[in-house]
């Protein structure tokens, strides 16, 4: 349900976006792993959104950048690695948490989803990473993370800025679609508008100054953002979703300006 529905005359409508615990309650987390989606679920999300990366014995695991150094401290990259390689590393992301979260393992794609198999309440925006499309081919990477994904599939939305990895999904599978891009403008473009996606993500400080914030029929999202004001102003103009690092400061935050608590 939508944060921002009314379900009938005696429920008091919620004036504010839908929150997005952006590669999960990453603010205080290492970024993309279980521990960091766990604490954002705890913390009250009830939509994440988490990056997919293929090791190079083709398991989806959870990784956002090209290289292993801002999350591990070494060198390489995930799609260079066997999952038997990786696991032996720490994602703790020493530049932002110091010595806390050593020994921190990289999560796979399955192992997450036995987790929020067990929060029915929760819809993950599964991303995949354009690194690991252009390397394996679309048909690879889909078949791999569908697999994962399958025992939680009406909880799940393929997003990705590879719009024909979208074009596939939408071909084959019944699953909603999110396309990503950094600039509002791209949502113009016959691409995007021909797939006609479910949601659309795009970079808050990339859009336009003033006017509506909408597109089509698809629901509206932006990243990064944890200034509550910044969020309930784009709300304000056509935006559904934010998407946050620091989920339970927004969500306190949030509710504290549009009067609910």
């Not at 679920?41 to 290289?67: K, S, W, Y």
């Not at 994962?148 to 074009?167: E, G, K, M, N, R």
């Not at 990503?180 to 336009?208: G, M, Q």
Request: glycine share 4%; net charge negative; proline share 5%.
């Amino acid at each position: 349900m939508d944060s921002n529905l009314t379900m009938d005359k005696n429920t008091v409508q919620i004036d504010y976006p839908t929150l997005v615990a952006h590669r999960g309650y990453a603010a205080n987390y290492p970024e993309n792993t279980l521990l960091a989606i766990r604490a954002a679920v705890e913390a009250g999300a009830t939509f994440v959104e988490f990056d997919i990366q293929l090791t190079a014995d083709l398991v989806p695991v959870l990784f956002h950048d090209r290289n292993l150094q801002r999350m591990c401290g070494r060198e390489g990259s995930v799609p260079e690695m066997s999952l038997a390689q990786l696991i032996t590393l720490s994602v703790h992301e020493f530049g932002k948490f110091g010595y806390k979260y050593v020994g921190n393992p990289i999560t796979t794609l399955v192992e997450l989803v036995e987790y929020l198999a067990t929060q029915p309440q929760v819809t993950a925006f599964v991303e995949l990473k354009r690194v690991s499309l252009h390397k394996n081919g679309i048909p690879i990477v889909l078949d791999k993370v569908l697999a994962a994904i399958a025992p939680i599939q009406t909880q799940c939305v393929i997003i990705s800025y590879d719009l024909d990895a979208l074009a596939q999904v939408r071909k084959q599978t019944p699953y909603p679609i999110g396309a990503v891009f950094d600039h509002w403008r791209e949502r113009r473009s016959s691409a995007v508008r021909d797939l006609k996606p479910e949601y659309v993500f795009t970079d808050i400080d990339e859009l336009p100054r003033f006017g509506k914030l909408t597109f089509q029929q698809s629901k509206v999202a932006v990243y990064e953002c944890a200034d509550a004001k910044k969020a309930l102003r784009v709300y304000r103009r056509g935006v559904d979703m934010v998407e946050t690092f620091a989920i339970a400061e927004m969500l306190t935050q949030v509710k504290l300006l549009a009067g609910e608590v």
